[in-house]
Nanobody, 116 residues
Framework: QVQLVESGGGLVQAGGSLRLSCAAS????????MGWFRQAPGKEREFVAA????????NYADSVKGRFTISRDNAKNTMYLQMNSLKPEDTAVYYC?????????WGQGTQVTVSS
């Protein structure tokens, strides 16, 4: 089992920045990759960014490329999402995902609201 806890969400004006964190606990040694997804009201959950276990490989949705940066600190079992130049359309609940040999796990989500 893996437990994930997101933090760092909040209310920010357009053009501002936020840094999300995802702390993992449990059987985290068997991770393949981690990622961030988001879900806006009335919309399906969508992919935002992903990072490999080593951190050497990252992938981003086109909508956030150049604005968001995903990273991880395996010593702290924590993944981050630095979000810059935020737009109102980035408003959503952001979810952390962990993928490993024991399955796929999700955090409870953290709300990000960007005002215009």
């Amino acid at each position: 089992q893996v437990q994930l806890v997101e933090s760092g969400g909040g209310l920010v004006q357009a053009g501002g920045s936020l840094r999300l964190s995802c702390a993992a606990s449990g059987r985290t040694f068997s991770s393949y990759a981690m990622g961030w997804f988001r879900q806006a009201p009335g919309k399906e959950r969508e992919f935002v960014a992903a990072i490999s276990w080593s951190g050497g490989s990252t992938n981003y949705a086109d909508s956030v490329k150049g604005r968001f940066t995903i990273s991880r600190d395996n010593a702290k079992n924590t993944m981050y999402l630095q979000m810059n130049s935020l737009k109102p359309e980035d408003t959503a609940v952001y979810y952390c995902q962990w993928v490993g040999s024991s399955g796929t796990y999700w955090g409870q989500g953290t709300q990000v609201t960007v005002s215009s």
